[in-house]
Every structure is written in structure tokens, then in C-alpha cells.
């Protein structure tokens, strides 16, 4: 009889822990606030990539700011500051095979940077690597190509600014 006792507690204390783990472990963090999200693209006007530069920079303080704006605190000088660093750009070119089958996208872009997290002196508290790759049509034989270009890349900055949350635990 005592056996099945100490069992029974077991299995109940089991679950017990197994109910508040999932919780603990997906619950973001409670202190997060920002003061000021920057958009550094530095990295891209380093590689020529200045027509890009140009167009994640008009963009993405917007993407951010509305990703980000349950954990804005402008005001209060002791929250983190958020910097989204874009190191590359990449629009891929046509793939054959998916222009064969004429199936699905026939290009891959991509999009690598990071979340680097300032503590409220300017301090790096955490620094968070993102890499998104999407897929896309590329109308290269279309009159709009220019346009077409520059909304994958605006695209891009898009997935870039929902992906960050997550990456940061948010």
C-alpha cells in the first residue's frame, strides 16, 4: 500500500512540474522595455549595397516599431535601446527548375542580421543573430522589375522585423 502511495505522489508531482515548465520556459521576459529602436545598415552600405541600405532604412523603424510596441517605454532613460543590424541583403536570381515546373516560387531572398540589445548606458547586454530566407517570384521579364526589386527587399525587412521578437524571447 505504501507503494502505491509514494507512486501516486510521484506521478502527481510529475505533472505538477511538467504544467509549470512549458509556462516558464515560453514566458517572455518581464522587464524587456526599449526607449528607442535604431536601424543600423551600416554592414550593407559597406558591401555597395546602397540602393538596399536605402530601402531597409526608410522602412524597417516602421516594421519595428509596430512589432515592437507593447515593449516601448520612450520615456523612462533606464529601459534598453534596440539596434537592428543588417549585415546583407540577398534578392535571388531566377531557378531554373522552379521556372521548368512552373510551380511555386522560382527565387529564394534572404535577409541576415541581428537584435543587439543596449543596456540603458549603451552597454551590449545580448546580441540575437537573425537570418531569414523567403521565397519569391522574380518577374524579371516584367516592366516593373526596379518596383518589383524593391518591394522583395521591403519584404525582407518585413520578415526580418516579425521574426526579432521571437529570437529575443519575446
Given at each position: 500500500m505504501d507503494k502505491?502511495?509514494?507512486?501516486?505522489?510521484?506521478?502527481?508531482s510529475a505533472l505538477a512540474a511538467l504544467a509549470v515548465a512549458p509556462g516558464a520556459a515560453l514566458a517572455a521576459p518581464a522587464a524587456t522595455r526599449f526607449r528607442e529602436i535604431k536601424v543600423d545598415v551600416s554592414p550593407l552600405i559597406a558591401k555597395d549595397n546602397d540602393?538596399?541600405?536605402?530601402?531597409?532604412?526608410?522602412?524597417?523603424?516602421?516594421?519595428?516599431?509596430?512589432?515592437?510596441?507593447?515593449y516601448?517605454?520612450?520615456?523612462?532613460?533606464?529601459a534598453a535601446v534596440l539596434v537592428a543590424r543588417i549585415d546583407d541583403v540577398i534578392v535571388g536570381s531566377v531557378d531554373s527548375r522552379a521556372m521548368?515546373?512552373?510551380?511555386g516560387p522560382d527565387a529564394t531572398d534572404r535577409i541576415e542580421g541581428a537584435g543587439v540589445v543596449l543596456d540603458g548606458r549603451g552597454r551590449v547586454v545580448e546580441t540575437y543573430p537573425l537570418y531569414c530566407s523567403l521565397g519569391a517570384f522574380s518577374n524579371e521579364n516584367s516592366p516593373y522589375k526596379e518596383e518589383n526589386y524593391r518591394r522583395r527587399v521591403e519584404t525582407l525587412a518585413l520578415s526580418f522585423a516579425q521574426w526579432l521578437p521571437g529570437k529575443i524571447g519575446l
Open positions: 502505491t502511495l509514494l507512486t501516486r505522489r510521484a506521478a502527481l540602393v538596399e541600405a536605402k530601402w531597409v532604412a526608410a522602412v524597417l523603424p516602421g516594421y519595428l516599431k509596430q512589432t515592437f510596441a507593447n516601448l517605454a520612450p520615456g523612462d532613460r533606464s521548368l515546373t512552373g510551380m
